[in-house]
DNA sequence: ACAATATTTGAATAAAAATACATCTAATTT
DNA sequence: AAATTAGATGTATTTTTATTCAAATATTGT
């Protein structure tokens, strides 16, 4: 089995909000605005969604962050705010993973077992490790690169699906 | 990055709840409680406090759980879970790898499935890997090890208790 | 010890989040 | 295409969680 970096692509031009309709791409949108604002309860989420063109309820987006299994956390300052499961980390590093992702660094990803392997091109295994180490400390246990190689030890719990969506390769809503 | 490893020097005497009322002692069972157990409300976390004979309130607990940074988040089954934030995980430290775990090369042991991961401050993988092969030949079948990174392969029927007691390392239960 | 100050707490309440239920819409089957 | 089924959503409501306010308790300074 050979997995093959297709999907990446769509990530790209989210900004047209407003042809944005149905649920997969609303949890899109949520998850864009959770990884880059400080979001304290669900109506602040409802009003930045409406600003979006995004009509919806309180009751749907309960159910939307339930989905994304998006925690709500308190923070120092006394305030509250939703976390996205994978992307607690900063955009640096997601930005960094992304460009090494588009440009094909990942050759491929496969399971065996409950262990996951990506290949990469020579060189690049340990930067990519790195990322993935800090991107997906929810889903991930560890991570150990060779040179183009990485073995990825998924945490207890975690279906391969997660992986994918966490590598970004596929995006799932059945998780 | 720090490790804390306070818990585990006054988790002696946790067993005698009756004795413990004032908040500090409230918000270290409270941790204990949500290490070990799947709380899903504030409710169920006050009974099992109340069985611990430390009666408080849901409005208490509420700030409790605030001041812990605690966060709540979604579960697979449909079902909800108060989560201590990360830096919460108790690491311990005794015995042979006392000093490595002290001066912090051990950050973390964490099991999948029968294999378990060590991660190490950068660098000291392969050195505390090659401890491991030789200390723990009988319950170690062998180790594989990235930069910050050990995958320790246990011989079959190997326990996980019988690892972690081979390292030393007091059983953390991932949160 | 006493007063002054700050912290902790519970009761009541407000605010926020989850869900039961009905309805609508999209997909699938016949 | 009509019927059936499954999925998504809104309304209303319940459940859960956060906070206000006042009282109790602890802490500090004199």
Request: charge should be positive; glycine fraction near 6%; hydrophobic fraction near 40%.
């Amino acid at each position: 089995m050979t997995i093959c970096k297709i999907y990446i692509t769509f990530a790209e031009n989210l900004n047209n909000y407003a042809f944005m309709k149905n649920k997969r791409n609303r949890l899109q949108i949520i998850s864009e605005i959770l990884r880059s604002t400080v979001v304290g309860s669900q109506d602040e989420l409802l009003k930045l969604l409406i600003d979006k063109q995004c009509d919806v309820t309180q009751a749907t987006l309960s159910r939307d962050l339930k989905l994304l299994k998006v925690a709500k956390t308190p923070l120092s300052n006394g305030a509250y705010k939703y976390i996205l499961p994978s992307y607690n980390k900063p955009l640096a590093s997601q930005g960094a993973y992304n460009s090494l992702v588009a440009h094909g660094a990942i050759l491929s990803l496969e399971f065996s077992g409950q262990l996951a392997v990506v290949k990469t091109k020579p060189g690049y295994a340990s930067a990519i490790a790195w990322d993935i180490d800090n991107k997906a400390n929810d889903q991930v246990l560890g991570t150990i690169a060779g040179d183009d190689t990485i073995l990825v030890i998924p945490r207890e719990g975690v279906s391969r699906e997660d992986i994918l969506s966490m590598l970004n390769i596929a995006f799932s809503e059945k998780n």
